[in-house]
């Protein structure tokens, strides 16, 4: 080897050195500052470094289990289990979501278009392992066809970009000095890049660079708020005109830094907020003036759903409207009147009666002397030719006005036409220390719940989340989700509105929601801030305490007893969610609410059957009585209807009278084989005697009205079908024998004659058997092979628009369905006991079987073409299982009985038809 050719070689060696010691001593050594790879634009950036302890709170709270439900969260969850199983043979040891561990991870939301908001995710990779998992992921997506993977350049940086071929949706992925920066936008990644070119740039931290929050073992994640972009997010979910009091409120605060706390019932978020230094902003109007306690509390009726609450005295806050002409002195005396008030302000919004339709407003306003507010008011009411006439609420006097409340008030009421004189119709009253302003029918129904005592300062479960918020605060949000629903329906985008319709688990998991902002003692102080505190609350379950269902998008509630029978769902004004009723074996009847709230109990003399909606109440038997209760738990008059104390209620059955006059129509069937026929008073109609049957009823009964004639239809075990009148007599052609034993029920297909209607049952030689009430036999065919140990029961539909066919034989259960020779579902189970057997059917193909085997505690459950849905059966111990359908999110919920508690489950319709 030549001496240069060594020369060459050494300086090589010692440049490449040099180059390596250069970058561990100075770039590498230089770590990276993840905020300031973070968009200036961002609205919130969530920042976390404990996932498993995260995940778990979230768990905890139910949270995760409404998450999982997410139309959004459920795409993200298959992408990674498909991302997962593809580099399962490169990456063995991690897992996609392993990769998060206890690192920090930010997330950051923009607005990046009109209507439209979009993530930047962030993930730091600690180690070279990481970093070639990352990298094997990619190359396995691109090889798979369902994908399309390339790169190109942006300023001298690589972004990758992985584009899935059926939706042509694309991720934008920047790896800078191993930070991976992901974005479904790549306008977001491309504008990570550019804050690469000013280093020395201000951060979204800078504001709070010497706090660091996530150092709080207690806290579960932090979150950054830019409140001046918060209106431009505001425009994405909200229409426009529905938002501008809030628009105004934000500019109390520029960004604050909130810590993220999760435990039990409830999630809360505190921090400090930096106050707003613009001109003309609301913290510069209200600087210096103390924060106060939330009296309204005993003045707000428990049909709130939002109060705008603002420590503020509306005469040194707000300019007077201007004077113009005001040759009759009424400018002048609205400026005397807005000087007698003082120190509290608020806006509470009444829950809207239907979605979309405008929810009732109410001004609130602090008077120190109730007097001389009244002096004014009926001085103003002179000069503007007001009739002196009112109208008395209880101990209050509603009178009109001839003024606008925002010419009043200020722009806490109207921000866009803050000193509009434009008049509308409105009313006054004066209750305690509060002047109340509205339109006449909203604040005449509000001061009628004051006067019935309806107050939040009454009602356990606003006490108590009150007891959870600050004493004092200068700006107070309160919020009662299941109020605001109908309201918040109308003000929503088009879009949004769908998405909060599928999401509703999620938004009503929390009903109970408080933001306040705190100033310091010394705002004068450069340093000063507002303590913020945002609580998102669960009332209390008392005396049921809700859990959550481990494997799964659950919600459970337990109870103190065993729960027994069947749950009935209800529906549930305002929600999709039904409420449901259950028993449990101390026979209290238990009245479980959409949100897993118990709304009553109420303890009967025996097992409830027969539990269904009548008449505005809920119509059940119970022992030897009848039961109409009301929407509060107590009885409806005349109820409860005695029957006599030898008889136990088996079953019960209502119709609708002949005429619109007449009451409804009651059926009884006891477990001694009699039926009673009465009407809603509890009187049997004439020439029907209580009628005690020769054999035992072989399933339900029916009370049909059939061209406005009653008939009782009563299928006997000994094989004969009887046909009653409304006297007690048989119809011609009853009783009907069908060739063999019976069991189970009877299948409806109403006509406008008793010859055209039809009634299909099967007997215990298999055969189906279809006769008309008037006692016609019209088909019979035989459904399936029949032994002398096999029992055949026909199950209806909820809806009673479809039925299947049992066949029960040493312990396998063969369900079929009509014309089929092959049974759709054939289970071997372990007990010889009943096996109840359940059918829902929501048309359109959406069907699914439940099958209970009470004794091992499980239900199987099977789709429309008889496929299982789930590994393994779930366990139920009651009688059977409840299911709804709810079409906005496509969604089944199941309900069922485990022990002592009532557990709901969300099945997506797409994974129970696969």
């Known amino acids: 080897m030549s001496r240069k050719l060594l020369a060459l070689i050494s300086a090589l060696l010692l440049l490449t050195l040099a180059t390596y010691v250069y970058y561990r001593r100075t770039l590498a050594a230089e770590p990276v500052d993840p905020y300031a ?87 730091p990779l600690a180690r070279v392992s990481e970093y070639r ?138 921090g400090f907020s930096n106050p707003e230094t613009a001109r003309g902003a609301l913290h510069q109007l209200l600087r210096g003036q103390p924060a106060r306690p939330l009296r309204l509390a005993d ?81 103003l009411r002179r000069l503007h030719n007001n009739s002196p006439s009112f109208t ?82 200068r700006l107070g949000i309160y919020v009662d989700t299941r109020n605001s629903w109908n309201a918040l329906l109308g003000a929503l985008t088009e879009e949004r509105r769908a998405g909060l319709l599928r999401n509703e688990s999620l938004f009503k998991r929390f009903p109970q929601l408080a933001m306040q902002l705190l100033p310091a003692d010394n705002e004068n102080d450069p340093e000063a801030q507002y303590f ?35 749950p009935t769902l209800l529906p549930a004004p305002g929600t999709r969610v039904p409420a449901v009723v259950v028993q449990d074996s101390a026979r209290a009847l238990q009245f479980v609410s959409a949100d897993n709230a118990v709304l009553w109990s109420d303890t009967l003399q025996g097992q409830a059957v027969g539990v269904q909606p009548l008449a505005g109440g809920l119509l059940l038997g119970a022992g030897n009585r009848l039961h109409l209760l009301g929407s509060d738990g107590r009885e409806l008059a005349p109820f409860p209807l005695n029957l006599p104390d030898s008889v136990r209620v088996k079953a019960v059955l209502a119709a609708p009278g002949s005429s619109p006059g007449e009451a409804t129509q009651l059926l009884a069937a006891t477990a001694g084989n009699t039926l009673f026929l009465l009407d809603a008073q509890g009187r049997l109609y004439p020439g029907w005697q209580p009628k005690r049957l020769d054999f035992p009823l072989a399933g339900l009964p029916m009370l049909l009205r059939i061209n406005g004639r009653a008939v009782v239809v009563a299928p006997l075990k000994n094989g004969y079908v009887y046909a009653f009148d409304q006297q007690g007599g048989l119809y011609p052609g009853f009783p009907l024998s069908v060739g063999a034993r ?101 048309g359109r193909g959406k069907r699914l079987l439940a099958i209970t085997e009470p004794s091992p505690g499980q239900v199987f459950l099977f789709n429309a073409q008889g496929k299982p849905l789930g590994a393994e059966p779930l366990p139920s111990t009651g009688q059977g299982v409840a299911l709804s359908y709810d079409a906005t999110s496509d969604t089944y919920q199941l309900v069922r009985l485990v022990g002592k508690e009532l557990r709901r489950l969300d099945l997506k319709v797409g994974e129970a038809g696969k």
């Open 742 to 842: 019976l069991a189970g029920g009877l299948f409806l297909q109403p006509g406008a004659t008793l010859s055209r209607s039809r009634l299909t049952l099967v007997n215990q030689h298999g055969e189906l058997v279809t006769f008309s009430l008037a006692g016609d036999v019209l088909t019979r065919r035989r459904v399936a092979t029949w032994s002398r140990t096999a029992e055949f029961r026909l199950v209806p539909d909820q809806r009673s628009s479809s039925f299947v066919v049992v066949r029960d034989d040493a312990g396998r259960l063969d369900i079929f369905v009509p014309n089929a020779s092959r049974p759709l579902v054939s289970q071997a189970l372990v007990t010889s006991g009943p096996k109840p057997v359940q059918l829902f059917d929501f």
């Open 37 to 123: 790879l973070v968009p200036d634009d961002a609205v919130f950036v969530l920042s976390t470094h404990d996932h498993p302890t995260l995940v778990r709170h979230l768990q905890e709270t139910q949270i995760w289990d409404n998450l999982t439900a997410v139309r959004y969260f459920q795409q993200a969850a298959g992408h990674l289990a498909l991302a997962d199983s593809l580099a399962r043979g490169a990456t063995r040891r991690r897992g996609v979501l392993q990769l998060l561990g206890r690192k920090l991870v930010i997330t950051s939301v923009h607005v990046t278009g009109p209507g439209t908001f979009d993530v930047l995710y962030q993930v």
């Open 133 to 270: 998992q990352v990298r094997s992921l990619f190359e396995t997506l691109g090889r798979d066809p369902r994908f399309r993977l390339a790169t190109r350049d942006y300023e001298n940086h690589e972004l990758t970009v992985l584009t899935e071929r059926s939706s042509e949706a694309s991720l934008t992925v920047l790896n800078y000095r191993n930070h991976l920066l992901i974005s479904a936008n790549p306008a977001l990644v491309e504008a990570v890049v550019r804050r690469l070119d000013h280093p020395g740039a201000a951060t979204v931290l800078s504001p709070f660079a010497n706090t660091d929050l996530l150092k709080l073992r207690e806290l579960d994640a932090t979150l950054l708020v830019n409140y001046r972009r918060l209106p431009k997010f505001l425009d994405v979910l909200f229409r426009p005109d529905t938002h501008g009091q809030f628009d105004q409120l934000t500019s109390l605060a520029s960004e604050g830094m909130l810590g993220l706390k999760l435990s039990g019932s409830r999630a809360e978020l505190q």
């Open 299 to 379: 003045l707000l009726s428990t049909r709130t759903a939002l109060v705008l609450h603002l420590a503020a005295t509306p005469a040194q806050t707000w300019p007077a409207a201007p004077a113009k002409t005001d040759t009759l002195g009424r400018v002048a005396a609205l400026d005397s009147l807005r000087a007698t008030l003082g120190g509290e302000i608020a806006v509470a919004y009444l829950a809207a009666p239907t979605a979309g339709s405008q929810p009732g407003r109410l001004a609130f306003a602090y008077c120190p002397n109730p007097g001389r507010t009244s002096q004014w008011l009926g001085r």
């Open 392 to 473: 008395r609420v209880g101990p209050y006097q509603l009178n009109p006005i001839g003024f606008p409340e925002a010419a009043l008030l200020g722009p806490l009421l109207d921000p866009h036409a803050p000193y509009s004189m434009e008049v509308l119709p409105g009313a006054s009253a004066l209750v305690g220390n509060y002047l109340v302003l509205g339109d006449a029918l909203t604040l005449n129904a509000y001061l009628s719940d004051v006067v019935a005592g309806n107050v939040w300062t009454r009602s356990p479960a606003q006490v108590a989340f009150l007891e959870k918020t600050l004493p004092n605060a």
């Open 532 to 566: 913020t505190q945002l609580v998102l609350h669960h009332p209390n379950q008392n005396p049921a305490q809700v859990q959550g269902e481990a494997g799964g998008n659950g919600r459970g509630i337990a109870f103190k007893q065993h729960l027994v029978g069947l």
